[in-house]
């Protein structure tokens, strides 16, 4: 079974304060890890995935296997990054996405 | 690009009554998905189809029913409208997913059982 766990519900910060929001997940296979986002009154849409080793709007996130997590940062918060964030994993199986429960990040000026 | 369309936007239903949710993509992919969103609860599948004529349960697929006749549409129906399915419904598809591949999401269904 494959299960991702974000800790935090609610995670509020300062504009300009470094960011990190957690994700950890359990799969016993070697797994694909996303991060979806959904700003107010938007539809959720992809912020970056694992495999591409990007960084879309000054946020990053590492795949740490050993300790199975893929946590999201940015070293300096803005308003606008205000937003429902969601950790994803998809197994090598394929077929289905599984989300964490999502984390609301408010920045706050 | 029209994308993933749902309708409605927004229904109020009573306990016991039936309803379908619509969903439609124009981007020719196979794998196709609905999930409900509950505040805290993050996002829960409940059915996904891998194409035409073939679905199958998700994380909680009790009290929905899907079908997929064609590659575009997913509708997701609900037979006897319960409190506990007052939620905001997300359609979503995908090429496949694997690699590199993304969701892309519709805009929701909010629906309320009273």
């Known amino acids: 079974a494959q299960r991702v766990t974000q800790p935090e519900k609610l995670l509020s910060v300062f504009k300009g304060a470094p960011v990190e929001l957690k994700c950890n997940y359990s799969y016993s296979g070697s797994p694909e890890l996303f991060w979806y986002v959904q700003y107010s009154r938007q539809r959720l849409q992809l912020l970056l995935r694992h495999i591409s080793r990007e960084s879309i709007k000054g946020f990053t996130a590492d795949l740490n296997k050993g300790e199975t997590s893929f946590h999201l940062k940015k070293p300096f918060a803005q308003e606008e990054d205000s937003a429902m964030y969601y950790c994803?994993?998809?197994?090598?199986?394929?077929?289905?996405?599984?989300f964490g429960e999502g984390t609301q990040l408010t920045v706050n000026p | 690009n029209a994308g993933v369309t749902q309708t409605p936007k927004f229904r109020i239903l009573k306990i016991g009554q039936s309803m379908t949710l619509q969903c439609a993509q124009d981007?020719?992919?196979?794998?196709m998905y609905w999930y409900r969103q509950d505040p805290g609860m993050g996002l829960k599948l409940i059915y996904y189809?891998?194409?035409?004529?073939?679905?199958d349960k998700g994380e909680v697929p009790n009290g929905y029913n899907v079908s997929r006749s064609t590659t575009e549409d997913f509708p997701l129906r609900l037979e006897l409208a319960a409190p506990s399915q007052t939620s905001v419904y997300f359609c979503a598809s995908a090429g496949r997913v694997q690699t590199n591949e993304k969701l892309f999401f519709g805009s929701g269904t909010q629906l309320s059982v009273l």
């Open positions: 189809s891998v194409g035409a004529g073939i679905t």
């Open positions: 981007m020719n992919h196979n794998y």
């Open positions: 994803a994993l998809a197994g090598t199986s394929g077929s289905r996405l599984t």
